[in-house]
């Protein structure tokens, strides 16, 4: 089975620490994903990486940046960290374009921001 | 992408169908219908994908409508572990790969 992990399930950090999220999937796939999801608004993606040392941004990257310099790896980071980025973050892998994307997600880590 | 349409919610009597209506009324002709799941405290579940054709699989069946305006996933014998919110997702098989997630249908299956 596709096993997608993330770092820690629930996270408290203060206003303006550097965050490190940490995604890790065993499946080799290409294609890997950061979401947030809020009540009422859905999951919106962050960021996504098709590759080794690429990334795209996704609907809102405002306040984040990510990582991806091993191919199983990809990290998501809040370089100073607010309360409006208390949410779940939810990360996610695909095989590359070219195949139906379904898409395998981890657990999710709920981060506050206090 | 289209966007789609659900309804907030819904509740379906444990051992009956439930029935997931999904209206995507400007899908193209090279959009797939992609159903996903999650339940509380997870991350989403894939269930079921199709393009025009009627699929089931061992969780699910996608029944699309002949102009694929529309689509409704069926749960032939619903349990309590399938109390979730259901998402219905429409977008070309290719390219960027990520999914638009709406607020999605929760399911209740009541005992």
């Known amino acids: 089975d596709v096993k997608v992990t993330q770092s820690s399930r629930y996270l408290v950090k203060r206003t303006g620490e550097k965050v490190f999220l940490e995604c890790v999937q065993d499946m080799d796939h290409e294609n890997m994903f950061w979401y947030r999801q809020d009540p009422g608004l859905g999951l919106r993606l962050i960021y996504f990486?098709?590759?080794?040392?690429?990334?795209e941004k996704g609907d809102i990257p405002e306040g984040y940046s990510v990582s991806r310099e091993k191919k199983e790896r990809f990290s998501l980071i809040l370089e100073s960290a607010s309360t409006n980025q208390t949410s779940m973050y939810l990360c996610?892998?695909?095989?590359?374009?070219?195949?139906?994307?379904?898409?395998?997600f981890g657990p999710g880590t709920r981060l506050t921001v206090l | 992408d289209a966007k789609t349409t659900q309804p907030p919610s819904m509740d379906c009597a444990e051992g009956r169908a439930a029935n997931l209506p999904c209206n995507h009324s400007?899908?193209?002709?090279?959009?797939?219908v992609y159903w996903y799941r999650q339940i509380h405290s997870q991350g989403p579940q894939y269930i079921i994908h199709?393009?025009?054709n009627n699929e089931t699989n061992e969780m699910a069946s996608l029944i699309i409508t002949e102009d694929r305006k529309s689509s409704t996933l069926i749960l032939p014998h619903a349990t309590l572990r399938d109390t979730a919110v259901y998402y219905c997702i429409v977008r070309v098989a290719t390219g960027a790969n990520n999914l638009f997630f709406g607020t999605g249908t929760r399911l209740t299956v009541i005992p």
């Open positions: 996610a892998s695909s095989l590359a374009a070219g195949v139906y994307n379904e898409q395998f």
């Open positions: 400007t899908i193209s002709g090279n959009e797939y």
């Open positions: 199709g393009l025009k």
């Open positions: 990486s098709y590759d080794v040392k690429m990334k």
